[in-house]
Every structure is written in structure tokens, then in C-alpha cells.
């Protein structure tokens, strides 16, 4: 099982679960996005990063390398 399918599966747990039961699936869903985010914010810097690096100078003003935020220039 993938990661997004077993933060689905943890959601449901949490969703349909009580008492210890539902801290235990809310536990292992904190732990399992706090990994998930780490090993999304290593793919960016290893994959994304350095692709941003090599675009030309103009498309790179919109996107700017580190940035989180995200947004398109305006116009056609």
C-alpha cells in the first residue's frame, strides 16, 4: 500500500473509530504525513530544485526556487 492509500485508510480509521482506538489511528496518521512531508520536501529539493534552476531567467520569476508559494504570471 502506497502512502496516500494508507493516509486515506487512516482518515477512515480516524473517522469511524472512538475512545483508544481513534488516538491510535490519529497518532499513526500524524506520523505517517510528518514522514510523508519529508519525503515530499526531499523530492522537491533534489528533483524540482535543480529543473528550476535551468529554466531561462523569465520563466523562473514566476517560480521562484524554495518558494512554497506558487503563482502563474497573468495574461495569455
Known amino acids: 500500500m502506497n502512502q ?10 480516524v473517522l469511524e473509530h472512538t475512545g483508544e482506538e481513534r488516538r491510535h489511528a490519529f497518532r499513526q496518521l500524524v506520523h505517517l ?12 529539493e533534489e528533483v524540482v530544485h535543480p529543473c528550476t534552476r535551468q529554466l531561462p531567467r523569465a520563466a523562473s520569476t514566476w517560480w521562484p526556487t524554495g518558494s512554497r508559494r506558487r503563482t502563474r504570471p497573468s495574461g495569455p
Open 33 to 44: 504525513l510528518a514522514v510523508h512531508e519529508t519525503a515530499e520536501e526531499t523530492a522537491e
Open 4 to 13: 496516500h492509500e494508507q493516509i486515506r485508510t487512516l482518515l477512515d480509521d
